[in-house]
């Protein structure tokens, strides 16, 4: 009999009451297509040039829509252009003219600043920009009055329309409205002052020192060392000193006007004046020495640019005061004797005598050959009298004063002189009118058409109205 097999108990597992047991997850399946999910280079190429096709069918598509069939031109819409042949032609002409202009106006500032080089410089600009005024002005004076400080030293002087006070301590430059244009600190014992078209020339008579300016700055400075005689200036800032050194008793030295010296000229004589011709290229210098009959005098006439004289004379018995030029070909001299007039050539053609007259005032202007007298006669004391002379020497006109006339100057066809705190101006028919101040006027100032009346701190603007003497 067969045995039996007995059935085989399952084994057990030792079970982890303590632990629940994990579920056991299921595995997936993985597709093929899963490893390839992103594009292959062939089909991104694909795709690109899919889209490129696209791009150009939809360009197309544009260009088709906006075809020039669709669009008439410039030309159909207005029509032929149409010209204008008078116009074209005129046109044309100012074209040239226009151009034309633009050179002349080059060769035009080409041509300035060759011919007139010297004369573009700062001062100058600066003297067109005097009037310019860049500062806000909340107060306000009266209007074009000019002030100073009182100084029995003042001396005034006309510098390009330009007021000059010069003293011992300062010397200051004003407009006609009243501003300073330049003020400057001096130690001059014995001021004195001289201008012309370019310079101003200040100097100390007892020390030597002088300057010169423009009108916004001192352009230079120098001293001889010993007293100047007398000093003057062209027009064209030639200038000339006259001062003495340790061998002579004068000596005229002319400068040019970059300060360079030109001349000397050395005497054994004193100098009395120096004069420059209108021209500024002849010089007329007046001394004087002890001679065999007494004090005489040395009148000399050379260019500026050479030490030998045109005109070497003496006057003897005479003490000089004053040589000028009357014209480019005669002077005039003013010594203790009288008035003498001369041509070039040293002919003594006139002669006006102060016998019996104390003289007080003389004024000689060159421009016109006049020469005016101030003078009292015998014992009057109460009366002044003037009288002018003319080229000639002859008299043309006199006048007489009461009262005590002092400051005496040509302006222009008038003579102008004060008498106390009256002006007069005199004309040279006889017309005569008159200004009456409130104060006594220090100086009369002029040069062509512009006059300063100056009092003792500032200037006074003259009323004429018709006088009676």
């Not at 027009?235 to 000339?240: K, L």
């Not at 007046?286 to 006057?315: F, H, N, Q, R």
Request: proline fraction near 3%; hydrophobic fraction near 35%; charge should be negative.
């Amino acid at each position: 009999m067969a045995e039996q097999k007995q059935p085989q108990t399952p084994k057990t597992r030792h079970i982890n009451q303590n632990k629940p047991a994990k579920p056991e997850t299921p595995t997936k399946d993985v597709r093929v297509k899963r490893l390839f999910k992103g594009k292959t280079p062939q089909k991104k190429r694909e795709q690109s040039a899919l889209k490129v096709q696209k791009q150009e069918k939809a360009l197309q598509k544009k260009e088709e829509a906006y075809s020039s069939e669709r669009y008439v031109s410039a030309e159909e819409a207005l029509g032929p252009t149409v010209y204008n042949e008078r116009y074209l032609k005129k046109a044309a002409i100012y074209r040239y003219i226009r151009y034309g202009i633009l050179i002349l106006l080059v060769v035009f500032l080409l041509g300035m600043l060759n011919l007139f080089r010297e004369e573009i410089t700062v001062e100058n600009f600066r003297y067109l920009m005097r009037n310019v005024d860049f500062e806000l002005r909340t107060e306000m004076g009266e209007a074009g009055s000019i002030s100073y400080d009182s100084n029995p030293l003042n001396t005034f002087a006309v510098y390009k329309d330009s007021l000059v006070q010069l003293s011992d301590r300062q010397i200051a430059i004003y407009d006609a409205s009243g501003r300073s244009s330049y003020t400057g600190n001096l130690d001059y014992a014995a001021p004195g002052m001289t201008s012309s078209d370019k310079y101003l020339l200040a100097y100390d008579r007892a020390g030597g020192s002088y300057s010169l300016y423009t009108g916004f700055s001192q352009v230079h400075s120098a001293t001889t060392g010993y007293p100047i005689a007398d000093a003057d200036l062209s027009d064209e800032g030639i200038y000339v000193i006259a001062s003495r050194s340790k061998d002579y008793f004068g000596v005229v030295e002319v400068y040019s006007s970059s300060f360079q010296l030109m001349n000397k000229v050395q005497k054994n004589k004193y100098i009395a004046s120096v004069d420059l011709s209108e021209d500024g290229q002849t010089l007329l210098i007046a001394s004087y020495y002890v001679g065999d009959s007494g004090v005489c005098t040395e009148l000399m006439v050379l260019s500026i640019d050479s030490d030998t004289p045109k005109l070497l004379m003496s006057v003897d018995g005479t003490m000089p005061w004053e040589a000028v030029w009357l014209d480019e070909e005669h002077f005039v001299l003013v010594c203790d004797k009288g008035v003498k007039f001369y041509d070039q050539n040293g002919k003594n053609y006139n002669e006006y005598g102060f016998s019996a007259k104390n003289v007080i005032e003389y004024t000689v202007d060159s421009g016109k050959g006049r020469v005016a007298i101030l003078s009292r006669e015998g014992s009057d004391t109460t009366t002044t009298r003037l009288r002018v002379l003319d080229l000639k020497g002859k008299s043309v006109l006199e006048q007489s004063f009461a009262g005590n006339a002092g400051q005496l100057t040509f302006f222009g066809d008038h003579l102008l002189l004060t008498v106390d705190n009256t002006v007069y101006r005199l004309s040279e028919d006889g017309d005569l009118q008159q200004s009456v101040s409130d104060r006594p006027i220090s100086a009369i100032v002029t040069k062509d058409d512009t006059l300063y009346l100056c009092a003792s701190t500032r200037v006074l603007v003259p009323e004429w109205t018709a006088a009676k003497n």
